[in-house]
Each structure stands twice: as C-alpha cells, then as structure tokens.
C-alpha cells in the first residue's frame, strides 16, 4: 500500500459533462483529484491536462459505479492505494426518457445504483475518513426533477428525489460537524451537442434556464465550501424552485409533462454518463 500525503477529492461520473468541469475547477483551487468514471471515456487524458495545466496529483479509476458492490470496491481500493478523501463528489448519472410501462427494467435499475446505491455507500464508508480532516465536504448532484413528479422521468426524478433529500437531511445531522454536506439540483446543462440538441427542443423557458457545466460547476463549489445546503444555479433556476412550491402538483406535473413530451430519444444510457 503507498501512502498519499495530501488529501484528494473524489469525483464519479468525471469524464465529461459536469463532472469534467468539477474536476477542472478542483483543480483549479489546488485540489488534487481522484477521477472515477467508464472505461473507454478518456479519463486517462483529461488527468494529464489537469496535471499539467493546473499542477496537481490526479489518479484515475475506470470502472462501472452502476453494478453492485461498485461503492464498496471504490472505498477498498482508496483505502489500498493509502488515498485521503476530504472532498467526496457524487456526480455519476444518466437518464432515460419514456414511460414506465415501456422502458427496460435491466436500464432502470442500473440508474437506481448508479444515483442511489452507489452514492449512498460511498457516504456512509468515508463519513469517518471525512471526520478526520480539519474541514470536509460532500457534493451530491441532484437535478430540478427532484422538485416534482416528471412524467416520462419517472425514475430518473425519483432517484434525484433520493439524493436531494439525503443530502439535506446529512447537512442537519452533520451541521456541528468538520463536515459541510451540499445538494446542487441544476437544469438542464450544455455538456454536449446532443444536450443542447434537447435544450433547445424543449422550449424557450428551457433555453433560458440552461448553464454552461463551468459555470455550474463554479457556483457548486462555492456554496459547498461555504456549507449551503441545496445549490440550485442561475436566476431562471431558482424562480422554477421557488414556483415548484407554490403550483399545485398536477399544474407542475402536466408543465414537465408537455416538455418532456416533446423532447427527442436520449443517447444510449451508457453514453449519457455525466
């Protein structure tokens, strides 16, 4: 086992998207990083431009967070490999688009370990690695369809539901803690040509609400560092939060219903890892 002097932030889901830009601004604060994400998604060359960019360590995992045990195997092998965690960022994810009665159930589950299971072992193996360090952090990465039932996002906006209220119930047990635990619930984010593609298909009011993952990914380190509980980025953003509870549910759900609705097919869900 080799011992890592300096303390890492972990990061799943890094090798694109939000995830990429999380790590570039880690990176960019100093932060050396542990990068987790699939194999084939180049992950071993966004390590060697943060290292050379920004001067940092970078280790890399390439693995499947969605299979089982996938949260225990990453803790393992941190604590083989001697790495010290004091910033864990939950990031992984993918949705699907259709309704229940027709999506595939192997698909579903997969994202319910993958935006559940998987986060929520990683929490509670490095809680006590985290209470060691001076200051630590825990950055779940929510979504806006945690505000409300999404029809055609059945699960995919359970599972945000999951996160968001776990993260916020951590935030209060933990708030007398070294520990500061942040939700960020954004919109929709423009990682790729075919998200923009969807984006902009949706409507004006999603074009309007849509951020650049640097930007994102500034304003969730910022209020994670500075112990705020649930992040929601942009203006457009938190007026929809702040409407999410005020509408009655049914007006929420046929709005998200006749976005969705019309939104095209998603990328393979192995190719939507963000």
């Not at 050396?32 to 920004?54: D, S």
């Not at 996160?163 to 919109?187: G, M, R, Y």
Request: hydrophobic content about 45%; proline content about 5%.
């Amino acid at each position: 086992m080799s011992i890592k002097v300096a303390a890492y932030t972990l990061i799943t889901g890094a090798s694109k998207g939000i995830g990429m830009a999380l790590a570039n601004e880690c990176a960019s604060r100093g932060r050396n990083l542990v990068l987790i994400a699939l194999p084939g998604e180049g992950l071993t060359e966004l390590a060697g431009k943060i290292r050379k960019q920004f001067n940092v360590d970078v280790i890399v995992l390439e693995t499947d967070l969605a299979t089982e045990n996938a949260g225990n195997f990453v803790f393992e092998w941190c604590m083989n490999e001697g790495i010290e965690i004091d910033f864990l960022i939950n990031n992984a994810g993918f949705g699907t688009l259709g309704t229940l009665d027709k999506s595939d159930l192997s698909v579903h589950r997969s994202m319910m370990r993958l935006h559940m299971d998987t986060p929520y072992v990683l929490i509670r193996k490095f809680l006590p690695e985290l209470a060691r360090h001076p200051n630590a952090y825990i950055l779940n990465v929510a979504s806006q369809a945690a505000f409300f039932p999404i029809p055609h996002k059945a699960t995919y906006g359970a599972t945000k539901v999951f996160l968001l209220h776990l993260s916020c119930a951590l935030q209060w047990e933990l708030k007398e803690s070294n520990i500061k635990v942040s939700a960020l619930s954004p919109s929709g984010v423009m990682t790729t040509p075919e998200v923009r593609a969807r984006i902009t298909s949706a409507g004006f009011w999603s074009k309007m609400a849509a951020l650049e993952p640097e930007d994102v990914a500034r304003l969730s380190i910022d209020g994670t560092m500075r112990g705020k509980r649930h992040i929601v980025p942009g203006f457009v953003n938190k007026i929809t939060h702040f409407l999410s509870r005020v509408f009655p549910m049914w007006l929420s759900m046929s709005m998200a219903a006749k976005r969705f609705s019309r939104e095209p097919e998603p990328l393979k869900p192995e190719k939507q890892k963000v």
